[in-house]
């Protein structure tokens, strides 16, 4: 079956305390992003990827690091987390920046104390 | 102002009903036009895209862009409980968006009551 798979669903953290949220993709796909949906706000992206090692940042980059060294994973690294970080983060994939459904992973609701 | 404009709700209606979900964008740019829906606790998934003005028909879904008003609507026939979810309008000015991305709306939720 073809996903986006994020891990963890459901984290409680603390400030400070370095995280990080894994998404892997099936379906070959060179694009990957991280968004973070918050209430009122709506979806922002955080960072992008048009290919393995290839990284750029998107709207709200602060606060957060990506790395693609295989081009199914895509991971989001929070290396001091702050309250302000508390959100609903999703990944997606798509075959090519500029072509294809933009696929979403089922999201990682993330909460720092 | 805001790329892109799509009321909240929250929208209550009943079973069967027409249901009209809108949004309002400010980029003449703008080309492509999708309609993602999203259940609760699930990720956003597509639903309808559109190129250009025009119509375009999916069952019971009808997706509806006026570009020189800048407007785009989802309508839904019939609609059913299993509709009830948050719908997203996102647009670009090309398929993928620049750096692939897309501008979302903040999505409408819907609830359709039995």
């Known amino acids: 079956e073809a996903q986006v798979t994020q891990n963890p669903r459901y984290l409680i953290t603390v400030t400070g305390k370095k995280l990080t949220v894994t998404c892997s993709q099936n379906?070959?796909?060179?694009?990957m992003s991280w968004y973070r949906q918050d209430p009122g706000l709506g979806l922002r992206q955080i960072y992008y990827?048009?290919?393995?090692?290839?990284?750029d940042k998107g709207d709200v980059p602060e606060g957060y690091k990506v790395s693609r060294k295989e081009k199914r994973n895509f991971p989001l690294i929070l290396e001091s987390p702050s309250p302000n970080q508390t959100s609903l983060y999703f990944c997606?994939?798509?075959?090519?920046?500029?072509?294809?459904?933009?696929?979403f992973g089922e999201g990682s609701r993330l909460t720092v104390l | 102002q805001k790329e892109v404009e799509q009321d909240p709700g929250p929208l209550s209606v009943p079973e069967g009903a027409i249901v009209s979900l809108n949004c309002t964008y400010s980029?003449?740019?703008?080309?492509?036009f999708m309609w993602y829906r999203q259940y609760s606790r699930k990720g956003p998934e597509l639903l309808m895209y559109?190129?250009?003005?025009g119509n375009k028909e999916d069952g019971r879904f009808t997706a509806q862009v006026d570009k020189s008003s800048k407007y785009i609507s989802l309508f839904i026939r019939d609609s059913q409980p299993s509709d009830s979810a948050t719908y997203l309008c996102?647009?670009?000015?090309?398929?993928?968006?620049?750096?692939?991305?897309?501008?979302f709306g903040k999505g409408t939720k819907l609830s359709v009551k039995p």
């Open positions: 379906m070959n796909h060179e694009y």
């Open positions: 559109t190129y250009s003005s």
């Open positions: 997606a994939s798509r075959i090519f920046a500029s072509v294809g459904e933009l696929f």
């Open positions: 980029n003449s740019a703008f080309q492509y």
């Open positions: 996102a647009m670009s000015d090309y398929y993928g968006g620049s750096q692939g991305n897309l501008i």
């Open positions: 990827s048009m290919n393995v090692e290839v990284t």
